[in-house]
């Protein structure tokens, strides 16, 4: 069996896995409606969905090395299964508390196993597979809002029951594949943890701070853009369909990201995506009518979506095969942990009384401040990795 023919029903799991998660953010106005919630509970749920999406990494690195990948990921699509079960049948605001983190936790799992599975199936171009997992991945939060609006057609949940069956067959289908593939052994000397995190530890904290920090802002933004639309005067199910303007723009971004990822220096070229993100969301602040909107969301659906190959790229294709997934899985949960409270955040400030204008112009404040402090540092030597190819060049492929 060719290890393409695996690789792509990984992109079907990591297809569920991310639509598992971004389908919280087009529901935040009905859990507000069918639990009677407020604002800061409903960003609590989709938080708790990314914190459990972080809280499996540390974890999941560590039985990395001591179990098979294709082991850690079967795990991830059973819990996936799961949890998306448990969504469809919550009762109550604490189930569903309960149900949105066991998903995000099946979230980690995969991403920790199957990111430095893919980059060691094809340790060549890293950046190209990277970017087409990720279209996948990207693929789902297109589908996700349409979904949703379908499913209100008869009942949210019926997504969720829906999921749950997709996962447990693409789950079966992944470990017929992988008993019949000729799977890497880069992998194999990966048995120290905290050796590899002592290690690298440069490298996971500059990857942290730049991509966490990043993606607060983006959680903030995306898991309450149906609600800031609104309060921009349009209409619910416009503002429910501009997510999928968002998420479509992201689609052809993580090819694109993906090829530049392997051709171009990886931490200038960070900063640049940062830079343009940054940039669409102020544009987002300041855009009137529709059409200035949507012009405005495709702006920012693509920046923000050129990062995840990006930042990927920059992490497995700098680390060598001895710390590969254990670094990673380091640098993720930070990267994750930091991510997650963004929803919480935006969704407190809001209830508390400030205006959505007030709190994105903030964060893309913040954003700017960052990108300068790490383009003088770069400037200056100071932060780890170098020109695209240079590391696995000089450690082989």
């Not at 469809?88 to 309960?98: I, R, T, Y």
């Not at 995306?222 to 609600?227: A, D, G, S, T």
């Not at 921009?232 to 990822?261: C, E, H, M, Q, Y």
Request: contains cysteine; glycine residues 10%; proline residues 4%.
């Amino acid at each position: 069996m060719s290890r393409t023919r695996l690789f792509g029903s990984l992109c079907v799991l990591v297809f569920l896995v991310n639509f598992a998660r971004v389908v919280f953010a087009p529901l935040v106005g009905e859990f507000i409606d069918a639990f009677g919630i407020r604002e800061g509970t409903a960003g609590l749920i989709v938080t708790l969905a990314w914190l459990g999406s972080a809280a499996p990494r540390i974890p999941a690195g560590w039985a990395l090395t001591r179990f098979a990948r294709r082991r850690v990921i079967l795990v991830s699509g059973a819990m996936l299964t799961a949890g998306a079960l448990g969504v469809a049948l919550a009762p109550s605001v604490l189930a569903l508390m309960v149900a949105a983190f066991a998903i995000g936790l099946a979230s980690g799992v995969y991403f920790v196993a199957a990111n430095p599975f893919i980059a060691e199936l094809f340790p060549q171009r890293v950046g190209r597979v990277m970017g087409v997992h990720g279209m996948a991945s990207q693929l789902a939060a297109v589908i996700a809002a349409p979904a949703v609006t379908v499913a209100l057609w008869y009942d949210w949940r019926y997504a969720f029951y829906a999921l749950a069956l997709a996962a447990a067959a693409s789950t079966v289908v992944f470990v017929a594949l992988a008993r019949r593939t000729d799977l890497p052994d880069a992998g194999a000397s990966d048995t120290d943890f905290l050796g590899a995190a002592r290690g690298e530890w440069k490298l996971i904290l500059a990857g942290i701070v730049l991509m966490g920090l990043t993606s607060f802002v983006w959680q903030g933004l995306f898991n309450f853009y149906e609600l800031y639309m609104i309060d921009k005067d349009l209409t619910r199910s416009t503002a429910r369909n501009l997510l999928t303007v968002i998420f479509a723009a992201g689609v052809p971004a993580f090819l694109v990201s993906g090829d530049l990822a392997d051709r171009l220096p990886h931490v200038p070229y960070l900063l640049g995506i940062v830079a343009s993100f940054v940039g669409g969301v102020v544009l987002v602040v300041v855009a009137e009518g529709l059409a200035a909107v949507i012009a405005a969301s495709v702006v920012v659906g693509f920046a923000i979506h050129m990062l995840f190959p990006a930042g990927d790229t920059y992490l497995l294709a700098s680390l060598p095969d001895e710390s590969r997934a254990s670094a990673y899985a380091m640098f993720s949960a930070g990267m994750m942990s930091t991510q997650a409270a963004g929803s919480w955040v935006v969704g407190e400030a809001i209830e508390a009384g400030a205006g959505y204008d007030a709190v994105f112009l903030a964060l893309a404040g913040g954003l700017a401040v960052l990108v300068a402090a790490y383009a003088v540092l770069h400037r200056l030597g100071r932060v780890p990795g170098g020109a695209a190819g240079a590391t696995r060049a000089a450690r082989g492929p």
